[in-house]
């Protein structure tokens, strides 16, 4: 890469270049874990590292890890990075942008400051998203003890391959490479695109995540009475569509009334018959819940339930539900967040606190070490999208602040 471009412009042709291995032909980028695209796309990097002056290695999972030694505490690692697995069709900067970023920063640190204190390592982690298999956080959870080499999860894709055989096919598995398991990280760092669109409507180029909200994912199953259309008149119904329409406007302004940050999602409806002179006899939907304080999640959960089968008394219909997701909020690093949010001073760089309402890594790595989160504004909070776009100055500006926060972690502490 030419060292006379700019930190933008050398940003840019990274992410261009990784968008090519996997490229698809509807404008996106396709990178499924253990596919051919994704081989290429990690392999081609090992490369980089290589060309960046780090040592690059493989664990047994297919991370990849770029290396800088430190000097005093080589046993601690200051780790940054992100996962190069995408959805299908999916963008140029989600999760790519980390990888890209915590790569640059690591070559422009060695350059200007050579051998660290501590270890620097880059990581670009095999798997983030859950898009070939029903399995996520692969990379970060095979790191964390949350997922097993030895308990390999007996899933398969679309076309009916599995998990194991995939990851073999692809030169990864248990005692191919090293071990995945970490006990040696200081801190976790990565930089993210928002995916929403707060830091665009504040104007700002720097986000600092304050924690990752939790999540419950129920489904009900309303049942009523399928009937002819044309001859049942309206009082007689017992319509599962309309009591399921009806519960989805509560659950909307239950939300709108509990106020930001908490967020309510009707996703997935399944109507039977489905048919367009039937009044419906049953629907099963999913409804997805979201905010940073644990028992406020509970309690909105519960209000919702008590809510939905009152509907569904006043209207004759049945009512089933099943909650299949609880994941509790996780709140990132109390001191790196206070770190960045001085850097973003010192270097006079907008930033705004704010919670991530999606997943990600670092929440699974801050079971094992403090971890931080850098977001990046998204035009118009579009993500996994090929629409996805963070301008090249604000890329810029968060690689600078993660940049200055590796400096502080692996050279002045």
């Not at 679309?158 to 995945?180: I, K, N, Q």
């Not at 099963?284 to 939905?308: G, K, N, Q, Y």
């Not at 004759?316 to 206070?338: E, N, T, Y």
């Not at 949010?341 to 999606?358: D, T, V």
Request: hydrophobic share 40%.
């Amino acid at each position: 890469m030419n060292p006379q471009l700019s930190l933008e412009q050398q940003l840019h042709n990274l992410l261009e270049w990784l968008a090519h291995h996997g490229a698809d032909r509807e404008g996106g980028v396709t990178r499924l874990l253990y596919s051919p695209a994704w081989q290429k796309a990690q392999r081609a990097l090992f490369e980089r590292m290589k060309d960046a002056g780090l040592a690059p290695y493989f664990d047994d999972a297919g991370n990849l890890f770029g290396r800088l030694e430190g000097t005093e505490r080589p046993d601690e690692v200051v780790l940054t990075g992100s996962h190069i697995d995408t959805v299908r069709t999916g963008g140029l900067y989600d999760g790519a942008l980390g990888v890209a970023a915590g790569l640059k920063a690591l070559q422009r640190l060695k350059e200007r400051f050579g051998k660290p204190k501590r270890t620097l390592e880059v990581v670009s982690l095999c798997e983030e998203e859950g898009s070939r298999f029903p399995v996520t956080f692969w990379g970060s959870g095979n790191m964390t003890g949350r997922w097993n080499m030895s308990r390999i999860p007996d899933v398969t894709d679309d076309e009916g391959v599995s998990l194991s055989a995939a990851m073999e096919a692809a030169g990864f598995g248990p005692g191919t490479y090293r071990s995945c398991r970490r006990t040696d990280l200081y801190a976790y760092i990565e930089l993210h695109i928002e995916q929403g669109m707060v830091l665009e409507r504040l104007g700002l180029p720097v986000g600092i995540v304050q924690g990752i909200v939790g999540q419950v994912r129920l489904t009900f199953e309303v049942c009523g009475e399928t009937n002819h259309a044309g001859t049942t008149r309206m009082g007689w119904r017992k319509d599962a569509l309309a009591g399921t329409a009806e519960m989805t406007l509560a659950l909307e302004r239950e939300a709108l009334a509990a106020g930001d940050p908490f967020v309510a999602t009707v996703g997935k409806l399944e109507v039977a018959p489905n048919v367009s002179n039937v009044i419906a006899g049953s629907v099963l939907f999913t409804v997805d819940l979201r905010h940073p304080d644990a028992d406020a999640l509970e309690l909105m959960s519960r209000r919702i339930v008590e809510i939905f089968y009152g509907i569904a008394a006043a209207r004759s219909l049945k009512l089933s539900h099943r909650q299949w997701m609880h994941a509790d909020p996780v709140p990132m690093d109390p001191r790196l967040q206070s770190e960045l949010e001085s850097i973003c001073r010192r270097k006079q760089i907008g930033c705004h606190r704010l919670y991530s309402g999606a997943g990600h890594d670092a929440q699974i790595l801050s079971s094992i070490c403090p971890a931080a989160m850098l977001f990046v504004p998204s035009r118009s909070g579009i993500s996994h999208s090929p629409m996805e776009y963070t301008d090249t100055s604000d890329i810029a500006a968060g690689t600078e602040v993660l940049m200055e926060l590796l400096y502080r972690l692996a050279y002045a502490d």
